[in-house]
């Protein structure tokens, strides 16, 4: 599988690339910056571009516009943006209409090798990465009505690995249950919140998402 | 009798005539009635008598000259001003520039028509009527010129202060959370070659979770010292990060098509942290509304909770603190509460 890694710190940019190169990866370039990633890209596309999204010269939203770009230059190609900070805000910029082949992490998340490497196969592979500190402070917040009180804890748990971008494999493997339980749940979780099953796993993320946001 | 005079030459003087000869033709065809000019000097007592603070339009109709205009001398600050205390340059014709003094120093002068100085009576007389209230204004431009020069070192202060933040926020970034970042991946990796030692597998597990610890410390200290996300990604992507984040539901509406400055944008987005911060600790609300707009060359930013009240910006600091940000950048913060919620409102011009 061939990787794109645009990370403008040193440390990081070979520490990822080493990384992915031992975990069978192919990483066909290595960029500090987006003008080195366009020039990069020209060619053959790969399956996957892991951006920082604070890239120079500004280190405001050049990794952001280049992950963007990407996104509707080459739809067959996942993104994978990293990031000191997720932000609700830039995460439904970046999903727009379609959660497919997109991720956004913590850069934290690296440390956590084979999660890791899950959520770059899975971006690559047109599904989704989304950071669970996202999706955990929307659950978090404290309202009156909440919208979520007929869920069950399971529920709540498998609703939460959805957003992330889980499969209902990967579900089962994070709740060692079995994916034809997870199903049962998603079906449950989908009925008690009155949203159109989707379908699609990366789909769902953003009927979740856009469903916790009100 | 009208003092402006509607006659011919004063309207022409009133046009602006291109040619100096034709305007001074008209002028001097004005001063030919030498009674009106007595006269206007009586008008003039009066005149400033009733509105001591507008001191040029009297001086402007007992002269004549349309075109005069006052100069005050301001020795704190070394300059000369008009009447609401901005710098003003003398014209280099001396001709156009009658000197007033008070107690032998430099008070004030009249800008004027150059024909005027073949009037000396007439201008003496004027400047000897009018000498008393030309210290008032020269006091009232002093003023005006002490409250800008505070409003802009305020505004220099706070600039300064965030500037600050924000180097800090990315010395941060670019610092000590990389290489937390960097060290947490080599471990990682470590983890994964290390093979079936468990004491050795549980010390790097713990080892991973302090530095998880210290990167999320490190965040909080990050976003608190500001926001990047709003620098990087303007008003609309920081706002509807900060909705997600608050305690309530929040119905949020921004419509803002450009970027303004960042001390605007900084205000509005602390507008809006603080009134929903206060909203969840204190309001004991439903809900909440939050509506950005700019319209006119100001940014509005309105807050509304349907709690219980209370909000005041004279004993939360919080409040005062915002009241202070929103005002040095010549802005206002409004504040109505009753029982059946607050409203926050700022108006930010950011021309």
Redesign the interface.
Same mark, same amino acid.
């Given at each position: 599988m061939r990787v794109a890694i645009a990370e403008d710190?040193v440390? /990081?940019r070979e #520490?990822?690339a080493? &990384?992915l190169a *031992?975990a069978g990866f192919d990483v066909v370039a290595r960029c500090a910056d987006t003008d080195e990633l366009r020039q990069a890209l020209g060619g053959d596309m790969p399956e996957v571009v892991i951006i920082d999204i604070?890239l120079p010269p500004t280190? $405001?939203?050049e990794g952001?516009q280049a992950a963007l770009e990407i996104r509707s230059a080459y739809p067959g190609t996942g993104v994978l943006v990293l990031s000191?900070?997720v932000?609700? #805000? &830039?995460a439904?910029?970046l999903l727009a209409d379609s959660a497919e082949g997109v991720g956004y992490l913590l850069?934290?998340r690296?440390? *956590?090798?084979?999660e890791?490497l899950g959520a770059v196969r899975r971006v690559a592979a047109g599904g989704s990465a989304i950071d669970p500190t996202i999706v955990s $402070?929307?659950l978090s917040?404290?309202?009156?009505?909440d919208p979520l009180a007929p869920l069950t804890r399971r529920e709540r748990e498998v609703l939460e690995l959805m957003a992330a971008g889980n499969s209902n494999q990967g579900i089962a493997d994070h709740l060692v249950i079995t994916v034809r339980a997870v199903e049962k749940y998603v079906s449950s979780i989908f009925d008690k919140l009155a949203l159109p099953a989707t379908g699609s796993e990366s789909r769902r993320v953003l009927a979740v998402l856009l469903f916790l946001? $009100? | 009798m009208d003092r402006c005079g509607s006659s011919h030459p004063t309207r022409a003087w009133h046009r602006r005539a291109k040619s100096t000869a034709l305007s001074t033709w008209a002028f001097l065809a004005g001063l030919i009635h030498a009674q009106l000019a007595r006269t206007a000097v009586g008008d003039l007592v009066v005149d400033l008598h009733a509105d001591p603070a507008d001191l040029r339009n009297p001086l402007a109709r007992a002269l004549r000259d349309p075109s005069l205009s006052l100069a005050y001398w301001l020795p704190q600050f070394g300059s000369w001003a008009d009447q609401d205390g901005k710098p003003v340059d003398l014209p280099t014709d001396r001709r156009r520039v009658t000197p007033i003094e008070r107690n032998g120093a430099h008070a004030a002068v009249l800008i004027h028509h150059p024909a005027l100085r073949d009037e000396p009576e007439l201008l003496d007389s004027v400047v000897a009527a009018a000498a008393m209230t030309l210290e008032t204004g020269r006091l009232q431009a002093e003023l005006h010129a002490t409250v800008a020069e505070l409003r802009a070192s305020r505004e220099r202060v706070l600039d300064a202060g965030q500037k600050e933040r924000q180097r800090l926020e990315?010395d941060l970034?670019?610092g000590a959370?990389?290489?937390l970042?960097?060290l947490?991946?080599?471990? #990682?990796?470590l983890? $994964?070659k290390l093979g079936a030692d468990p004491d050795a597998l549980v010390e790097l597990t713990q080892a991973?979770a302090q530095? %998880?610890v210290s990167?999320a410390e490190l965040?909080d200290v %990050?976003?608190g010292l500001h926001p990047?996300?709003l620098? %990087? @990604?303007g008003l *609309?992507?920081? /706002?509807?990060?900060l909705a997600? @984040? %608050?305690?309530?539901?929040v119905r949020l509406s921004v419509n803002v098509d450009r970027r303004v400055a960042d001390a605007v944008e900084v205000a509005a987005y602390y507008v809006v942290c603080e009134s929903l911060t206060n909203i969840g600790k204190h309001a004991d609300a439903?809900s909440a509304t939050v509506n950005v707009a700019w319209a006119n060359g100001e940014i509005v930013v309105e807050v509304v909770d349907d709690g219980r009240g209370g909000a005041d910006s004279e004993r939360g600091s919080g409040l005062r603190g915002l009241a202070d940000r929103v005002e040095a950048l010549g802005g206002r913060l409004c504040i109505w509460t009753s029982r059946d919620g607050t409203r926050v409102r700022a108006e930010l011009p950011c021309a």
């Open positions: 710190s440390l /990081l #520490g990822l080493r &990384l *031992d604070r280190h $405001t939203d952001l000191q900070y932000e609700f #805000g &830039l439904m910029k850069k934290d690296v440390s *956590d090798i084979p890791f $402070t929307l917040r404290r309202r009156s009505d946001r $009100t | 990315r970034h670019d959370q990389q290489r970042v960097a947490s991946l080599s471990l #990682g990796v983890q $994964t991973r530095i %998880a990167l965040r %990050a976003r990047a996300v620098s %990087a @990604h *609309d992507v920081a /706002l509807e990060s997600a @984040h %608050a305690p309530l539901p439903r």
